[in-house]
T-cell receptor, first 116, second 110 residues
Framework: EPEVTQTPSHQVTQMGQEVILRCVPI?????FYWYRQILGQKVEFLVS????????KSEIFDDQFSVERPDGSNFTLKIRSTKLEDSAMYFC??????????????FGSGTQLSVL | GNSVTQMEGPVTLSEEAFLTINCTYT??????LFWYVQYPGEGLQLLLK?????DKGSNKGFEATYRKETTSFHLEKGSVQVSDSAVYFC?????????FGTGTSLTVIP
C-alpha cells in the first residue's frame, strides 16, 4: 500500500536554529497537512496545503512556520527560529480529496523534533 | 468549539481480554467520528469511522457506535491480540478540520 514518508525520524536542534522537516506524500494525492503532538497532549492541526498554497492554518502556525512543495513530490515544514516549545512529534498527512469530501487522511510515521 | 477527550493510558491487557477505550466529543454541527491507530514505527492509519448518529463503524474486530445522546464514540474489541498493541486516537471531523484526542497506548501481553 502506498505510504507517506517523513524524514528524518528524529531531529535535534538548538534553540534559535532553523529546521526543515520533510515529507513525501502519496503520489496522486492533492491535499497535504502538517499536524503536531506535544508529549502528552492532543494531536493539533497546523496547516493544510492545496494547489501550491495554504488553504487553512491554525493559530499555532505563526510567522515562524512556513510550508513549501518545492518539486512536486516533497512537502516541507520549516521552522525559522526554533523555540523550546516547538519540541513535538510532527506528522505529515495527505489525502486525495479535501474539504467536506475528505474523510481519510494518510499519515507519515512522524518526525520527533527536540529543541535544546 | 470542537474537541475530543479520550481516556488516558497506558492500558495493559492480557491476550483475549475485552477492550474499551472511551472517547467523548464536543462539536458544533454534525461531525464525523473516527478512530485512528498508530502501530510502532508507523503513521496513523484509519481504523474505523461513523458519519452519523447511531452508525457503527467496524474493522479488524474493533467496533465503535456514534452516540449523539451521550456524545461518545467508545472503541471496543471483544478479544484483543498481541498484534493490537498500538496507540489509538479518537478524532472528529467538523467542516474541513480534523480534531484529535491525545491517544491511548494499548499493550497486549501474551
Amino acid at each position: 500500500e502506498p505510504e507517506v514518508t517523513q524524514t528524518p525520524s528524529h531531529q535535534v536542534t538548538q534553540m534559535g536554529q532553523e529546521v526543515i522537516l520533510r515529507c513525501v506524500p502519496i503520489s496522486n494525492h492533492l491535499y497535504f497537512y502538517w499536524y503536531r503532538q506535544i508529549l502528552g497532549q492532543k494531536v493539533e492541526f497546523l496547516v493544510s496545503f492545496y494547489n501550491n498554497e495554504i488553504s487553512e492554518k491554525s493559530e499555532i502556525f505563526d510567522d515562524q512556520f512556513s510550508v513549501e512543495r518545492p518539486d512536486g513530490s516533497n512537502f516541507t515544514l520549516k521552522i525559522r527560529s526554533t523555540k523550546l516549545e516547538d519540541s513535538a512529534m510532527y506528522f505529515c498527512a495527505s489525502s486525495q480529496e479535501g474539504g467536506q469530501i475528505n474523510e481519510k487522511l494518510f499519515f507519515g510515521s512522524g518526525t520527533q523534533l527536540s529543541v535544546l | 468549539g470542537n474537541s475530543v477527550t479520550q481516556m488516558e493510558g497506558p492500558v495493559t491487557l492480557s491476550e483475549e481480554a475485552f477492550l474499551t477505550i472511551n472517547c467523548t466529543y464536543t462539536a458544533t454541527g454534525y461531525p464525523s467520528l473516527f478512530w485512528y491507530v498508530q502501530y510502532p514505527g508507523e503513521g496513523l492509519q484509519l481504523l474505523l469511522k461513523a458519519t452519523k448518529a447511531d452508525d457503527k463503524g467496524s474493522n479488524k474486530g474493533f467496533e465503535a457506535t456514534y452516540r449523539k445522546e451521550t456524545t461518545s464514540f467508545h472503541l471496543e474489541k471483544g478479544s484483543v491480540q498481541v498484534s493490537d498493541s498500538a496507540v489509538y486516537f479518537c478524532a472528529l471531523k467538523a467542516g474541513n478540520q480534523f480534531y484529535f484526542g491525545t491517544g491511548t497506548s494499548l499493550t497486549v501481553i501474551p
